[in-house]
């Protein structure tokens, strides 16, 4: 097997370029990577925006707005819908190429004059207050979600209803607080459980019912730390733990994470139904290699993010997707190089925020072309010939098959995605090259204090929705909406004392320390294993396959 061994030009580290890494590079006409995959993760993952929720004007007619995107990108934001209308041409941004300046900082120059929509997603009903939605309805502080409904404070999720404070979770309802769940209903306080219904605090669950506190379990009912009650007893011990209040909570909150580093025996990695692959929660996939929240995909080689797609190599968010590489968030993609945010695109080279457009390069903005080369529209025969010239200078020049710059990512790595999986100081993000978003200092009136708030859910009064509550970690302002209280009033649950984004980042943090590859024993047979847990999660039961389903399954 032929393999490179190369040192990252980020972090300094040896990495290797195995052989069938070199020949999809090769195949696709690409240089082999000078970043190790760790900071090429990072790297794409930058340009994600994971901003704060604010309300601005659309530059095009000054209709209001409410965008992720912060106040110092440089380019126009417009309202979605006058985005995708007449009212603009993005040609008229158009610009020959010229052959004595890198391509690159012409593209660059293009980013920054051409507008851009204030919010990702389409199809999207009573969604204003949210990013990176699709096909859903009464989303509120809401991102990255497909066919939800009535959701508040969410992120990564599908087919949910009902629901609040829950994390990278599919087909849930009425359900609270919860981290990697699918297929329940009246969840809360959970992570890595499916297919219960009315339970608190679980951890890796099967189709377990009236659970509380527990780990491990598959087809149970009425159980409270892993041991078996009648109805009755359990309905009575649940009420000595008075969970409507919040300090009582979060004893439980802190006892049950010991019982999950101590107690709970964890599988070698998150993956089910593979072939030939490797990374970590990664699903019904073939011959993928070192992929991360991957589904239902083949041949695809360090993807961080994605579903249904074919021979993608080096891509964070690809979605139905094939034959791509070195893209952030390109969707419905076919062919294509270097593309951020881009959907339903083919053959098309270093596009940024391009829609159904295909035979492009160094495009911004582009909607339904054809033929352009940095905005300017050009025949068939010219297209060819000029792309052919650029890469070849390209080549000459060493930015063929190379990634944006950093300082072309729409916000700061303190607001991206990348921060959210791989947290770095603002020194460490500089030093990477990538940019650092400067918080603002807002200005409150009549606010009150998170750590004045009622501690039992019970003393809340109905007058909390009319005011603002300042986050103690954050810094930033909050408020409790109607529907809000109402759900945490039916289901007896305390009002949160901290910002809604420090929520999602603290439930998420378990998966960033899940994506490095670590070597262990077995807990129960001693033999050598590969996991994803790093010991920062403090996990003592890792066991390989074999035991995990003899012990657990």
């Not at 309202?79 to 010229?98: C, H, I, M």
């Not at 979605?319 to 053959?347: H, M, V, W």
């Not at 039961?541 to 012990?551: G, S």
Request: with cysteine; charged share 25%; aromatic share 14%.
């Amino acid at each position: 097997m032929h393999t490179e061994t190369k040192q990252c030009q980020k972090c300094n580290q040896d990495f290797v370029i195995y052989s069938d890494d070199i020949s999809l590079y090769k195949k696709m006409d690409l240089p082999m990577p000078t970043m190790c995959p760790s900071c090429r993760f990072k790297y794409l993952l930058a340009f994600w925006v994971f901003g704060r929720f604010r309300i601005g004007k659309s530059a095009l007619s000054g209709k209001t707005i409410i965008t992720v995107l912060p106040e110092s990108v440089p380019f126009p934001i417009y309202e979605r819908n006058e985005f995708v209308s007449d009212a603009w041409d993005p040609l008229t941004y158009g610009k020959d190429y010229d052959a004595s300046r890198l391509f690159i900082d012409q593209l660059v120059e293009l980013q920054s004059k051409v507008p851009h929509p204030h919010q990702v997603g389409t199809k999207n009903t009573n969604c204003d207050w949210a990013d990176d939605l699709w096909e859903s309805k009464d989303a509120h502080l809401t991102r990255s979600a497909f066919r939800i409904e009535s959701i508040i404070y969410g992120y990564r999720l599908a087919n949910c209803k009902k629901c609040i404070d829950v994390t990278y979770s599919f087909d849930l309802e009425r359900s609270y607080d919860c981290l990697f769940c699918f297929k329940s209903y009246n969840l809360k306080y959970s992570f890595n459980s499916r297919d219960c219904i009315d339970s608190l605090f679980l951890y890796d669950c099967r189709n377990c019912q009236n659970c509380f506190m527990c780990w491990n379990l598959k087809n149970k009912k009425y159980h409270i730390l892993n041991q078996p009650y009648s109805k009755e007893e359990y309905e009575k011990k649940l009420e000595e733990y008075n969970l409507k209040s919040r300090a009582s909570v979060e004893k439980l909150k802190k006892e049950f994470w010991k019982h999950i580093q101590q107690d709970a025996v964890h599988r070698q990695n998150y993956n089910v139904q593979t072939v030939n692959s490797t990374g970590n929660l990664i699903t019904n996939d073939k011959n993928c290699h070192q992929c991360y929240f991957l589904e239902e995909s083949e041949n695809c080689h360090y993807v961080f993010r994605g579903f249904q797609n074919k021979e993608i190599i080096d891509s964070v968010g690809a979605l139905k997707s094939e034959k791509c590489a070195f893209g952030s968030s390109d969707q419905f993609a076919y062919g294509n190089l270097c593309n951020l945010y881009t959907t339903n695109c083919r053959y098309s080279s270093y596009l940024d925020f391009c829609e159904e457009s295909e035979y492009c390069f160094g495009c911004v903005g582009l909607r339904k072309k054809k033929y352009c080369v940095l905005n300017k529209q050009y025949t068939k025969e010219e297209y060819e010939s000029l792309v052919e010239k650029i890469k070849s200078d390209m080549k000459k020049n060493g930015e063929w098959g190379r990634l944006w710059p950093l300082s072309a990512a729409y916000s700061g790595y303190n607001l991206s995605l990348a921060h959210m999986q791989f947290p770095m100081t603002k020194t460490e993000a500089l030093q990477f090259g990538a940019k650092w978003e400067e918080a603002s200092k807002p200005h409150y009136e009549n606010i009150i204090t998170a750590d004045t708030l009622p501690d039992s859910i019970d003393d809340v009064k109905d007058e909390i929705t009319k005011q603002r509550i300042l986050c103690p970690e954050t810094k930033l302002s909050y408020n409790i909406t109607k529907d809000e209280l109402a759900f945490y009033k039916e289901h007896g649950i305390p009002l949160p004392n901290r910002h809604f984004d420090w929520r999602t980042q603290e439930h998420y943090k378990p998966f960033s320390h899940m994506v490095e590859l670590q070597c262990g024993i077995c807990a129960h047979c001693n033999k050598e294993i590969e996991h994803y847990y790093s010991p920062e999660l403090g996990f003592q039961k890792i066991a390989c396959m074999e035991c995990y389903q003899r012990e657990v399954a």
